[in-house]
């Protein structure tokens, strides 16, 4: 038991550092763009960067640690989040710095989808093993909270890099605790490594979000148009592969069960939706609303910090209450949580606003813990880490095109802080219209899955 506890620490600890990587520039986005003389197409990549390497390295993760080792490539994937931060946090210019992310990405995603798939392995089913999924899920909507502050704070007292310095640190520390705490696992049917897929589909979704992040600065130049071309023929070519290949990353015919499609549209829209949102929110409490950085991370802390405590308690939902229901309760909570903030103006009272985060990072919670255990649980114990790897896969996959939909939507040519606002409105109300047909969606799939059960 106490083997479990410390083993827990270690992969939900990494989930939750992954996560404040993720999220640490998003407060001082202008600090960093201004110290590293960035422009409008630099600094969409300083915000998009991590995003492109944690989508495109999620499921070759999960697969790779499914067939060499999650341990191994958990300890690789910390050991890569270091030396991304720490390019980060030397960086001189902007070229390094997104290099940095990208690096950062890729082992953040080892990380999180090889720590999900070793509690599958290591924490024993039923009870332990839900609350051991709920902690994890807590840790990914903690590092929501923890970003923001430590790149503000750090800014504030010195220098963002300093954030940089912490999270390289903290990564060294967490490589050498997954090297003596962790236990080695593996799938038990060995189908060799799909190099030629992870090839494929890491420059298809490359090229999609590369697309995406272009594209915010006009969608008919020819890099958009190219980088568009080459994500639709790579991913053809990849699932074509997938297809005739005898030891396929990806096996498609686990999208038979209406379980992992439900828990992959639900990953998806929660990236689209609120991730993509939240990312966002920190320019609209700064830009329009006039928040200092520090008071934009300290009010993000009412979703975030919400979302920890609603994972944690999700566990406590009656067994009889299947992830389907709770998927689709999470995402309407979730909708329901954005209206107040759906309809913000310049002078909007911060009790107005707060409410709807604490709504929001209730609704956030549920779903975070309930696609924890749904991302294995819906495919064979052999493919954990693949179950993983395609949840938070779609989950990335979204949030990049949610972002890319909410800085096109409220950034029109620079708009002044009324349009701004303005503009969030549309793209939250937009938000709120996908994650109510997300919860439909997976209503409808959970009656399928039940169905298919009775059979």
């Known amino acids: 038991m106490q083997d479990t506890g410390r083993r827990l620490v270690v992969t939900a600890g990494g989930t939750l550092l992954a996560m404040t990587a993720f999220t640490a520039p998003l407060s001082i986005v202008p600090a960093v763009a201004a110290d590293l003389?960035?422009?409008?197409?630099?600094?969409?990549?300083?915000?998009?960067s991590m995003s492109l390497g944690l989508a495109v390295a999620l499921l070759p993760a999960g697969s790779f640690g499914d067939e060499t080792g999650r341990r191994r490539v958990f300890v690789a994937g910390a050991v890569l989040?270091?030396?991304?931060?720490?390019?980060?946090?030397?960086?001189?210019?902007?070229?390094?710095?997104?290099?940095?992310?990208?690096?950062?990405?890729?082992?953040?995603?080892?990380?999180?989808a090889c720590g999900l798939a070793l509690i599958s392995h290591t924490v024993p089913a039923g009870p332990e093993r839900l609350r051991a999924i709920g902690i994890w899920g807590a840790c990914m909507g903690a590092g929501p909270a923890v970003g923001p502050l430590l790149g503000s704070v750090g800014e504030a007292l010195s220098s963002w890099r300093w954030a940089y310095l912490v999270i390289t640190v903290a990564a060294v520390a967490l490589a050498a605790a997954g090297r003596s705490r962790l236990p080695e696992s593996r799938s038990e049917r060995h189908r060799g490594v799909d190099l030629v897929g992870a090839?494929?589909?890491?420059?298809?979704?490359?090229?999609?979000?590369?697309?995406?992040?272009?594209?915010?600065?006009?969608?008919?130049?020819?890099?958009?148009?190219?980088?568009?071309?080459?994500?639709l023929v790579f991913l053809a070519v990849f699932l074509g592969h997938q297809?005739?290949?005898?030891?396929?990353?990806?096996?498609?015919?686990?999208?038979?069960?209406?379980?992992?499609?439900?828990a992959t549209l639900a990953a998806f829209v929660t990236g689209a939706t609120i991730i993509a949102l939240m990312s966002f929110l920190s320019t609209v409490l700064e830009?329009?609303?006039?928040?200092?950085?520090?008071?934009?991370?300290?009010?993000?802390?009412?979703?975030?910090g919400t979302s920890v405590v609603a994972a944690l308690l999700a566990r406590r939902i009656p067994a009889r209450v299947s992830g389907g229901a709770r998927m689709a309760t999470g995402l309407l909570v979730l909708a329901v949580g954005l209206l107040p903030i759906?309809?913000?103006?310049?002078?909007?009272?911060?009790?107005?606003?707060?409410?709807?985060?604490?709504v929001a990072g209730a609704g956030t919670g549920v779903v975070n813990a309930t696609l924890g255990r749904e991302a294995v649980a819906s495919v064979p114990p052999t493919d954990a880490g693949a179950g993983s790897g395609i949840n938070n896969t779609s989950r990335y996959v979204g949030a990049a095109l949610g972002v890319t939909v909410a800085t096109v939507i409220a950034l029109p040519g620079g708009a002044d802080a009324g349009g701004l606002v303005a503009g969030w409105n549309?793209?939250?109300?937009?938000?709120?219209?996908?994650?109510?047909?997300?919860a439909v969606a997976v209503l409808v799939l959970q009656s399928a899955e039940t169905r298919l059960a009775v059979r």
């Not at 589909?201 to 272009?214: D, E, K, P, R, V």
């Not at 990806?250 to 209406?258: D, K």
Request: aromatic share 4%.
């Open 287 to 304: 830009r329009g609303l006039a928040h200092s950085a520090v008071a934009a991370a300290a009010i993000l802390l009412s979703w975030s």
């Open 342 to 358: 759906a309809v913000l103006t310049t002078a909007t009272p911060l009790v107005q606003l707060i409410l709807g985060l604490v």
């Open 37 to 48: 003389g960035a422009g409008a197409v630099a600094t969409s990549w300083i915000l998009s």
């Open 81 to 112: 989040l270091a030396a991304g931060s720490a390019a980060c946090g030397l960086a001189p210019g902007p070229g390094l710095f997104v290099a940095g992310r990208i690096v950062e990405g890729i082992g953040a995603a080892a990380v999180i």
């Open 243 to 262: 297809r005739r290949a005898r030891s396929p990353m990806l096996e498609l015919h686990l999208f038979r069960r209406p379980a992992l499609v439900s």
């Open 199 to 231: 090839a494929l589909l890491g420059i298809g979704l490359g090229c999609l979000l590369a697309a995406l992040t272009q594209g915010r600065q006009g969608w008919t130049g020819p890099w958009v148009l190219g980088l568009a071309t080459g994500a």
């Open 426 to 438: 549309v793209a939250t109300a937009l938000g709120i219209g996908l994650a109510v047909l997300g």
